[in-house]
């Protein structure tokens, strides 16, 4: 925890309105008339529904509707999903996993709401559940859907495949080669295999899901807390076959995402709510049901690598399987980007590596914080760390040794890397003291987490509006999420203005008015948006220069832009009067647009070249009690390169916060299941990191690398943090007490049980 | 059943349900959305309020329980400028998504109301009902250490 940084001693306008309580949050939003809605859900993880009886439900006083799987399935596309669409509106004919949403209630309260939904009877037929993957790909398993997903799927490139449905219960698979891996182990000095799993995670943002829908002259109109407006006014329009401009979202700040308020969850079934209820409905969920709606892919990683006799890595292959749960969600993102970055940030001569998203009938997995980067770089940095210590090697001049070069590609086809990953391991083991003395019990572990950034062949556009009193309204679809978007966004309008960042607004977000762009995922706000944002501000400074020009009766080169005035030599000339004269009236407004496009190129193995690179250079110091078989991590030091920080503090903020995240993963959180029932669903039991569970040391730091895609060499790092801690500390164990820990979390339970099997 | 508060300065005198909690009340009574609803089983102090400078959480306390006593919420905190736990938060890179925000902010004023000195493990163990989601609480830390020193030097 270092001091302050520079330029943080006057608040900005977006932390202002969080101390001060102005901000405004999905549940804090009241629109007129509006009644409450309530979810009855599934008891059983797989049942077959035979009938709902909800008479008793409609008559009870406040009752407005009950809508059921009948309503959802009559509209013209009744599914959704990220490319592969397959999850209902409400559960239709079988429900799914425990926590499946089965009939939704619209009453005058929450109260009336929920009391009718205990009312509803559902007969069910129980069917056999499928809880882990095993299950799901024994020979002989009851399959979970009867028909294929539907969707469009996604196109990769050369040395990638994806297909859907390539085996009962497999929702999709994706392949990725280059070299030959067999070739490649047999010429090999060593060959290690090792397998790693990784647990079902709740996302646990502290705002609930809330959306309130409401229809009104033939269109439909949303409030919902997400990540991605464009991405859901596009779903409710399919589901409902409507035009897009009969579809419009409001966005307001977010309170936390992390991807869990990514892609549709529960905006078609809120908009069917208000349409069958004819009046605005307003559906809140609880922190429960939030846990109940999607998790972080639990998986398990088995890696055979190679390592030549002089120490340097030859081949991968790489066999992910990935518990997709009940619905696609986001699950075919997740399986490409997982197999696709196994590698690590390390040169492979060749890769062989396949990752299966498997049906469950457990909470549907989605998008969180790196898409599947944090289950591959937990497995990759674990093995790497067990290779080189099986080879006597340093931990540190192994990963040197293989490491990418900057400017070498990642995979034939791919980008190169745009960090000097060197660089960051000694930042890292430096903060760390990687060579003082440890006390007894005591052990150090690093990690190079890595994924991909800015996402694949992504796109956004942007408007700048500049009035005549030189003010500026930003308007783009980035979601304030808490990455500090919000600012950096307006700091990089302000400083291609040439104006003061307090003079600069961002306008809230609603898809009749903001420019769209693929929604808040894969750290690629301030680097795809900020693109298309600094486009737009010079096309607006650009119509200013030329006005004031033609105004004075020179040309715009003649002219320097200096707060809002333009000065010709030593003559200056205020814009506000010279505007108002030529214009009158209410004034002008100079609007800019801009817009980006990572173009789709076949020859790389995802498509479209990576934008830029994330690593995330990890340290842990940990002590492992070996009679409790607790792990304390002591110190914990964590680093990424955000090309140039625009906001120094954000980027530290995300550092740790996501850094946090993974340490509160490694250590305990899991969501469990008993049976078919996952027992600790709930804020008391699912347990999180709190403030007395930090390591005496913990630092956050960023690099400015000055390599990357955005505005001014910067590139995106929210994802980074998490990415390396797990295996960092799992290494960390291993150095202490000579156990290795291959599943998360490291609880006291599988330490003594190794320290057991160790003797 | 009637109960009164004294929320942010003004006497309130409400008609409130038995079963009505607090943040309710403040919420949908008075309009007082800066009091946050997160798990609503008092795990994550999202809804942390003052009541007689105490810090209590706003989803699982009856209103009837406070009947008399004074409130404090987000809202009333800032007076002419904001307050220097408000400012100390702001400025240190405390606040992310800020749906934590004004509880861990007003759980700090009550901390430092009966420790203005508080040292780090001080600070860790008070925190421990205040769940945020986002930050890593480093700098949350450091800002309750900065407001200590600015409130002290104000003293």
Known sequence: MD???????????????????????????VIPGMLHGKLLRSPHAHARIRGIDTAAALAMPGVACVVTGSDAAALPAPVYGVVLWDQPLLATDRARYVGDPVAAVVAVDEATAFRAAQAIRVDYEPLPPLMDVDAAMAPGAPVLFDEPAAGPGLSVGVGSRFLRDPAPNVLCEYGFTYGDAEAEFAASAHVFTDSFAFSKLAHGFLEPLVNIARWQAGRVELWSNNQDPFVLRGDVARVFGLPLHAVRFHTPLVGGGFGGKSYCKVEPLVALMARKARAPVRLAMSFDESILTTTKHPCTITLTSGVDAKGRLTARRADILLEAG????????????????????????????????????????????????????????SQIDMMARRLGACPVAFRKLNALDPGEPFAPGDSGMDSDLAAGLDAVTTRLGWTAPLDAGRGRGIAIGLKDGGGTGNHAQAIVRVTH???????????????????????????????????????????????????????????????????????????????????????????????????????????????????????????????????????????????????????????????????????????????????????????????????????????????????????????????PDLPAVFEGFVMEHGTGPGPGALKGIGEAGMLGIAAAIANAIEDAAGIRLTSLPFSPEKVLAALDAKG | MQITLTVNGLARTLEIAPQAVLADVLRDGLGLTGCKIGCDQAVCGACTVLANGLPLTGCST???????????????????????????????????????SAGMILSTVALLARNPDPDEPTIRAWLGGNLCRCTGYARIIEAVQAAAAAMRVAA
């Not at chain 1, 001091?3 to 939003?29: C, F, I, N, Q």
């Open chain 1, 3 to 29: 001091g302050m940084h520079p330029g943080t001693t006057l608040p900005s306008r977006d932390a202002w309105e969080k101390v001060t309580g102005e901000a405004v949050y999905m549940p804090d939003l």
């Open chain 1, 326 to 381: 009940a619905y696609s969600d986001a699950s075919a993102m997740v399986a490409v980007k997982s197999g696709f970055r196994i590698g690590g940030p390390y040169r492979w001569r060749a890769m062989d590596s396949l990752a299966r998203a498997v049906r469950t009938t457990t909470v549907p997995g989605g998008s969180f914080r790196g898409f599947g980067g944090t289950q591959s770089s937990w497995a990759s940095e």
């Open chain 1, 469 to 691: 009193g030189g003010e500026a309204i930003v308007s783009a679809a980035v979601v304030e999420i808490g990455q500090g978007a919000r600012t950096a966004i307006c700091r990089l309008a302000a400083e291609t203005l040439g104006i003061d960042e307090s003079k600069v607004r961002y306008a809230p977000i609603d898809t009749d008015h903001t420019a769209p762009d693929n929604g808040t995922h894969v750290s690629c706000g301030t680097t795809v948006t900020g693109l298309a944002i600094v486009e737009a501000a010079a096309e607006a400074r650009r119509q200013v220069m030329d006005f004031a020009a033609g105004a004075l009766g020179c040309t715009p080169e003649a002219l320097v832009l200096e707060g809002w005035s333009v000065r010709r030599g030593n003559e200056a000339h205020p814009l506000e009067p010279m505007i108002r004269r030529h214009y009158g009236g209410m004034g002008w407004e100079f609007i800019g647009r801009g817009a980006f496009k990572d173009p789709y190129i076949a020859s790389a193995p995802l498509n479209a070249k990576n934008m830029f690179w994330i690593p995330c250079w990890s340290g842990a110091e940990v002590d492992v009690d070996r009679e409790t078989g607790k792990v304390t991590v002591l110190r914990l030091v964590v680093g990424a390169d955000a090309g140039r920080a625009v906001d120094h503090v954000a980027c530290i903020g995300q550092i740790e916060g996501a850094a946090a995240q993974a340490l509160s993963q490694a250590l305990f959180e899991e969501l469990r299941y008993e049976g078919e029932v996952p027992v600790n669903a709930a804020p008391l039991d699912y347990r999180m990191l709190q403030t």
């Open chain 2, 62 to 100: 009856f209103a009837f329980a406070v009947n008399g006593a004074t409130i404090t919420t987000i809202e009333g905190l800032a007076e002419e400028s904001l307050h220097p736990v408000q400012q100390a938060f702001a400025t240190h890179g405390a606040v992310q998504c800020g749906y934590c």
